[in-house]
């Protein structure tokens, strides 16, 4: 077998793509499930109002915001993670540069979300050890994946559309 008909094997959903693509499968239901576990309860008692209203006891300046930018956040992830598994399923030719973006506003968006919670709460402990965990294992997922996308072959031959 010739060196041109290694390369035309690689193609398709296989190989190590395999690991990126069941963080993607899981990705959509993660951040949905946190999110309602987040959000919801302060949502639907009055917590939201408590925390964001002026004039009560237990206003907190700032926090509206912080709230706003991760909910923002969260929407956006929640919306990528779709949107690359169309594209995963579509084959499209932008689907790894589209993942390298995912992967690189996950990591700016927590990095943010770390820092403003850090300011809002400088006594608070913001990188517990759940948060420390998530974080690290981002960053360590996003340098793993983001050269596989761009060097690959199997990659290369499989998002042609």
Do not use: C
């Amino acid at each position: 077998m010739d060196e041109q008909e290694k390369e035309t094997e690689l193609t398709g959903i296989g190989g190590w793509l395999i690991f990126p693509i069941i963080g993607l499968f899981i990705s959509p239901f993660l951040i949905f499930f946190n999110f309602i576990n987040l959000f919801l309860p302060i949502f639907t008692d009055e917590t939201i109002a408590l925390l964001t209203t002026k004039g009560s006891e237990y206003y907190v300046p700032g926090l509206s915001a912080l709230l706003f930018f991760e909910i923002l956040g969260n929407l956006l992830l929640l919306f990528g993670s779709i949107y690359l598994l169309v594209s995963l399923f579509k084959k499209f030719k932008s689907f790894p540069i589209h993942f390298i973006y995912f992967r690189l506003f996950l990591i700016v968006f927590l990095s943010l979300d770390l820092f403003f919670a850090y300011i809002l709460f400088p006594s608070e402990p913001v990188f517990d050890l759940e948060t420390s965990r998530e974080f690290f294992r981002s960053i360590i997922a996003t340098i793993i994946w983001v050269p596989y996308m761009l060097y690959s072959k199997r990659v290369k031959n499989t998002f042609v559309y």
